[in-house]
């Protein structure tokens, strides 16, 4: 199968760099201090309990919020002078809920991901034809594609948007949550479905999920926040030298208890 990337060779393997980030929002402190790097290949699991920051960090990350201490970057520039944000795809929290009276096909949405590299006017090209095509293939959506959006299960319009997010060929993807209104079976089809996009296409994948045994199994680096952030390379090397515990009990109160099973 063709691959969906176009290798860029860059003089390092930093996708996202956060230094020293503090942000304030209405008088309360939502980030501090948050420090981390993550390399290119990467699938960061970022965790935390309600309201620890973590929907504002991606939004951070983006570049949607401007912290008022620390510094960003996005592939190795300061997130000030970022512009080619067609290397990133982000799917917000509570995307599956779609207004089922929208009239707009599977390939239409799927389609729209191509619109941050088309220049302004310009139609679409055979070229990005082809990329939607891939991307509905890759996600399994291809025999939807005439079916309106509202007619689709949450975890078939999930789907979809993962299709529409590929479409971009971003080099950085950046979930919010993406399991939370699909079933278990929906939950490991997924997650084998980011697996491929994190191994065969290397894509660098960050990971807001409540599903902590399913960070542990899948990430390879993690982001326990909870206004402070504790990052680690390694979750299962944390899990097993009782760090990661301690961790969670820092982030989520130390009467919190965690069941890790393998999938
Ligand atoms: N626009 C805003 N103005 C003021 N405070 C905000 C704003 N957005 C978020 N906050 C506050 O910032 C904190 C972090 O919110 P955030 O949405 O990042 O949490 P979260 O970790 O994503 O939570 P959840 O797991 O519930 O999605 C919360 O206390 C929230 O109330
Ligand atoms: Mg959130």
């Known amino acids: 199968m063709q691959p969906l990337i176009t290798p860029v060779i860059t003089p390092s393997d930093s996708i996202v760099e956060l230094k020293g980030v503090d942000l304030t929002r209405e008088g309360n402190r939502v980030l501090e201090k948050v420090s981390f790097r993550v390399h290119r290949g990467d ?19 983006l570049g949607m ?13 300061p997130i000030r002078e970022f512009r080619r944000w067609h290397q990133v795809a982000y799917l917000p929290q509570k995307v599956t809920n779609f207004d089922p009276k929208f009239p ?11 619109v ?6 310009k139609r679409m090209s055979r070229a990005d034809w082809d990329a939607v095509e891939r991307a509905l293939d890759f996600t399994s959506v291809a025999d939807l594609r005439r079916r309106q959006m509202g007619t689709l299960s949450g975890g078939q319009q999930q789907r979809v948007f993962i299709a529409r ?5 971003p ?7 993406p399991t939370a209104s699909v079933d278990t079976g929906a939950t490991l089809e997924f997650y084998g479905l980011l697996r ?17 045994s399913a960070v542990m199994d899948y990430c390879n680096a993690l982001c326990c926040l909870n206004r402070v952030c504790y990052y680690g390379r390694d979750p299962k090397a ?8 301690q961790v969670l009990s820092e982030v989520y109160g130390e009467h919190a208890r965690f069941v890790v099973h393998r999938h």
């Open 104 to 114: 707009v096909t599977v390939e239409e949405v799927v389609a729209m991901g191509r």
């Open 171 to 177: 080099e950085l993807l950046m979930l919010d949550e």
């Open 65 to 77: 919020i401007r912290p008022e201490g620390g510094s960003v970057s996005l592939f190795d520039t």
């Open 165 to 169: 997010a590929l479409a971009a060929e």
């Open 196 to 212: 491929r996009l994190n191994q065969e296409m290397g894509i660098t994948i960050l990971h807001v999920s409540h599903d902590v």
């Open 116 to 121: 941050p590299r088309l220049s302004l006017w």
């Open 43 to 61: 699938w960061v699991g970022i965790i935390g309990p309600n309201g620890a920051g973590k929907t504002t960090l991606l939004r951070v990350i």
């Open 238 to 245: 944390m899990l097993e030298s009782g760090e990661f515990a």
